[in-house]
């Protein structure tokens, strides 16, 4: 019987991988339009401190996205036992190198190396991360533009605009509240009008927070923690999450899954991110975009 028939998923896939393309190919068009005008590509400096396997994997994702779309790539690889001086040192040199446009340092760095003192040596002129204090602090001050926006949040939003969905006077909620994440999308959406609520770790009810949200950005870090009935009927969800979970049927033994439980946010959101494929494209993408910012800032100064 018809009535009997389960329902099909109501929620339009946010495609990050391929909105990431699309924007990959208006950089690569500005990039060359630069480096006809001015003789010059932008510049992105990317330091890695020892050899951790995800941190070398980043970092060669985002030289050949650089090499993609014309951007040059400065590499400085540095061994595990360097000194936080001589990573600083390296700093100012990227910082007084004008063919530097961006300077990225792939965290983490390793424990006897402080990387808030490195960080904060990062020229705010080339901080394509968007960490840099005066950075986040303009961006949380009204009527402020901070010179770079950091990229995952940057990417969160890029995403919403593109798939067509309103921000202005919607209630949003940020779950998660981390400095790279968390805290700056929600800062974000406030500069978009929404009304924002964050959910943590000390939050009570989460869910009944979540359930009244138009927009959910998950960025916990908990695996499937939003389940379907969390999510409000028609809501958009953007999933940070990337979290691995065992799976003796892969060959690499786990999957990897997003903050939400996809399959049951599938037919209750208006529109929702996969994992992977989602949030993860968009993150280079928009490092990308703000090398190519800060080039157009040195150029046209």
């Given at each position: 019987?018809?009535?009997?028939?389960?329902?099909?998923?109501?929620?339009?896939?946010?495609?990050?991988?391929?909105?990431?393309?699309?924007?990959?190919?208006?950089?690569?068009?500005?990039?060359?339009?630069?480096?006809?005008?001015?003789?010059?590509?932008?510049?992105?400096?990317v330091v890695i401190v020892g050899s951790r396997r995800d941190s070398q994997s980043y970092v060669a994702t985002k030289r050949k996205a650089c090499a993609e779309v014309g951007i040059h790539s400065f590499d400085v690889d540095l061994p595990e036992d360097v000194s936080e001086a001589d990573v600083i040192q390296k700093v100012?040199?990227?910082?007084?190198?004008?063919?530097?446009?961006?300077?990225?340092?792939?965290?983490?760095?390793?424990?006897?190396?402080?990387?808030?003192?490195?960080?904060?040596?990062?020229?705010?002129?080339?901080?394509?991360?968007?960490?840099?204090?005066?950075?986040?602090?303009?961006?949380?001050?009204?009527?402020?533009?901070?010179?770079?926006?950091?990229?995952?949040?940057?990417?969160?939003?890029?995403?919403?605009?593109?798939?067509?969905?309103?921000?202005?006077?919607?209630?949003?909620?940020?779950?998660?509240?981390?400095?790279?994440?968390?805290?700056?999308?929600?800062?974000?959406?406030?500069?978009?009008?929404?009304?924002?609520?964050?959910?943590?770790?000390?939050?009570?009810?989460?869910?009944?927070?979540?359930?009244?949200?138009?927009?959910?950005?998950?960025?916990?870090?908990?695996?499937?923690?939003?389940?379907?009935?969390?999510?409000?009927?028609?809501?958009?969800?953007?999933?940070?999450?990337?979290?691995?979970?065992?799976?003796?049927?892969?060959?690499?033994?786990?999957?990897?899954?997003?903050?939400?439980?996809?399959?049951?946010?599938?037919?209750?959101?208006?529109?929702?991110?996969?994992?992977?494929?989602?949030?993860?494209?968009?993150?280079?993408?928009?490092?990308?975009?703000?090398?190519?910012?800060?080039?157009?800032?040195?150029?046209?100064?």
């Amino acid at each position: 019987m018809a009535s009997e028939q389960q329902q099909p998923p109501t929620a339009k896939i946010i495609d990050g991988k391929a909105i990431a393309q699309t924007i990959r190919k208006e950089i690569a068009a500005e990039v060359r339009s630069l480096s006809e005008t001015y003789g010059k590509a932008p510049g992105l400096a990317v330091v890695i401190v020892g050899s951790r396997r995800d941190s070398q994997s980043y970092v060669a994702t985002k030289r050949k996205a650089c090499a993609e779309v014309g951007i040059h790539s400065f590499d400085v690889d540095l061994p595990e036992d360097v000194s936080e001086a001589d990573v600083i040192q390296k700093v100012h040199d990227l910082n007084s190198n004008p063919g530097v446009n961006g300077i990225l340092v792939q965290l983490p760095l390793p424990k006897h190396i402080n990387e808030e003192n490195v960080l904060s040596e990062i020229s705010i002129q080339k901080d394509v991360d968007g960490f840099h204090p005066l950075n986040i602090g303009k961006l949380a001050m009204k009527g402020r533009q901070p010179l770079f926006l950091p990229c995952t949040p940057k990417g969160c939003l890029e995403l919403l605009s593109r798939s067509g969905i309103t921000i202005k006077g919607k209630k949003a909620a940020v779950v998660g509240r981390s400095n790279i994440v968390g805290l700056p999308v929600s800062l974000l959406l406030m500069k978009e009008d929404a009304t924002v609520t964050v959910v943590h770790s000390r939050t009570t009810n989460p869910e009944t927070i979540i359930r009244e949200a138009d927009i959910v950005i998950a960025a916990a870090g908990q695996a499937m923690m939003i389940k379907g009935d969390w999510i409000k009927p028609g809501a958009a969800v953007i999933d940070v999450g990337t979290n691995a979970v065992d799976d003796p049927s892969r060959k690499s033994g786990y999957r990897l899954v997003g903050d939400v439980d996809f399959q049951e946010a599938l037919k209750v959101a208006g529109w929702l991110t996969p994992v992977p494929g989602g949030v993860g494209p968009m993150t280079v993408a928009m490092l990308l975009k703000n090398t190519l910012e800060g080039a157009k800032r040195q150029l046209t100064q």
